[in-house]
């Protein structure tokens, strides 16, 4: 008994090619927060950027050094 051999068969593959476009897009945040200094005085500086990430603890402004009286 002689045993066959397999068949050899060929298939092509496709071929796959990328494209690259240039999109313009417009974005909204899903998340805002207003900022308000509770204290009335002059705003010497800012110290954050917006649009950017405020951790809890850092200072936000810089008001002009005076005698405040908390109630």
Do not use: C, N
């Not at 068949?7 to 927060?33: D, F, G, N």
């Amino acid at each position: 008994m002689q045993s066959k051999k397999p068949r050899s068969t060929s298939q092509s593959l496709p071929s796959i090619q990328a494209e690259t476009s240039l999109l313009t897009a417009r974005m909204e945040v899903s998340l805002s927060a207003q900022v308000r200094i509770r204290v009335e005085d002059i705003v010497q500086e800012l110290r954050y950027l917006e649009g950017y990430d405020v951790k809890v603890g850092e200072f936000m402004f810089r008001i002009r050094p005076a005698q405040l009286t908390l109630p």
